[in-house]
T-cell receptor, first 112, second 112 residues
């Protein structure tokens, strides 16, 4: 069966450290993968998109990798801040554009 | 530039009733997708509208229907409400064949 797995347990890290979130998928062949941030009671906000032929993408303190062999994406936030505390969602394009299949998200808590 | 706007923000209905949720896409966007997000879960794709037609549909029953108007705004209708329909309903806009989605803040539906 098709699955997108993100660590359901919250990730707690100290301010200034690098947070690494994992997204694993099975039985999909996505053309590209996206990461979104979601705050409680709010809609998701787009962060990064990476295509299947790209290994790595960066945006300011954010970095995402995409390994189609391992069927895994890693999402890194360097020099993390308390304001980075949120739920981070991984999403795959599993059909034509705009149809995303989301993971359940990982909650990140950055403490002082 | 207004982003994606949704209304109402919160509503309470009883089982068996019908509900209509509304969405105005971001300026310049012509594609609207609807997602359902249950508590603690990732958003699930309901359907997508482009050029006033339903282009793709997720695994949702016919009780879920929609419409897109000439100005690209959209409605989601749910008939014969069930307790399990309680969720955050998210509208996302984009241009056709581009990956990034812009989400509204959602409509929180509670079915009693």
């Amino acid at each position: 069966s098709q699955k997108i797995e993100q660590n359901s347990e919250a990730l707690n890290i100290q301010e200034g450290k690098t947070a690494t979130l994992t997204c694993n998928y099975t039985n999909y062949s996505p053309a590209y993968l996206q990461w979104y941030r979601q705050d409680p009671g709010r809609g998701p906000v787009f962060l990064l998109l990476i295509r299947e032929n790209e290994k790595e993408k960066r945006k300011e303190r954010l970095k995402v990798t995409f390994d189609t062999t391992l069927k895994q994406s890693l999402f890194h936030i360097t020099a993390s801040q308390p304001a980075d505390s949120a739920t981070y969602l991984c999403a795959l394009h599993t059909g034509t554009a705009s149809k995303l299949t989301f993971g359940t998200g990982t909650r990140l808590q950055v403490t002082l | 530039d207004a982003g994606v706007t949704q209304s109402p923000t919160h509503l309470i209905k009883t089982r068996g009733q019908q509900v209509t949720l509304r969405c105005s896409p971001k300026s310049g966007h012509d594609t609207v997708s609807w997602y359902q997000q249950a508590l603690g879960q990732g958003p699930q794709f309901i359907f997508q509208y482009y050029e006033e037609e339903e282009r793709q549909r997720g695994n949702f029953p016919d009780r879920f229907s929609g419409h897109q108007f000439p100005n690209y705004s959209s409605e989601l209708n749910v008939n014969a409400l069930l307790l399990g329909d309680s969720a955050l309903y998210l509208c996302a806009s984009s241009t056709m064949n581009t990956g990034e989605l812009f989400f509204g803040e959602g409509s929180r539906l509670t079915v009693l």
